[in-house]
């Protein structure tokens, strides 16, 4: 049974999602849509969120060129990244602000487990967190389907410092930086 302390719950999963999704993603998830939802954990920096809504808005920004060729959208984090299931490699990070991916685990299960073990620490570690938590404190807690983008994008010449940070819808957030650096392929 999958135990996650800080969840905030934003809404519920619908059933047909569920059903659309089992045996495509991890068990993990579908017992965290069953018994939790959507919400946010992690600090406030993880979000689960709705891999149909994502795979139809963000399909095209995925980028999934290698191995079997699926990547199945499965959360969010608070600085526009976008983290998937990819049977083939397990859990991935597409971290636009950075230009790059990066392994998180081989399974959900494990990326579960580290976070609940080392809070900040796994997120430093994996997703470069970092700013994250001085953002909230600069700008206030996120609403669930905003992260904190970089505004000019490190791409075109921002800097990575706090001020530079503003609160965006997620879903355009990514749709804009994947039309300005390009798909980030893996």
Known sequence: MVEIADFVPHAPVPAEIIEEYRGRVPDELIEIWEQYGY???GLGFL???DP???EAEVGD???KTQGDGIAIPIMTTGLGDLITWEPSVGVVGILYREGRTVGINS???NFLFMVGLDGADELADTLKWDLFPEAVEAHGELPYDQSFIFVPLLSLGGAAEVENLHKRETIP???VAVDL???IGH
């Open 181 to 183: 650096q390009g798909v």
């Open 173 to 175: 957030a990514i749709q």
């Open 52 to 54: 149909k809504l994502y």
């Open 47 to 49: 979000r689960v969120i």
């Open 107 to 109: 399974t959900l299960d």
């Open 61 to 63: 920004c995925i980028g």
């Open 39 to 41: 919400g946010t954990f």
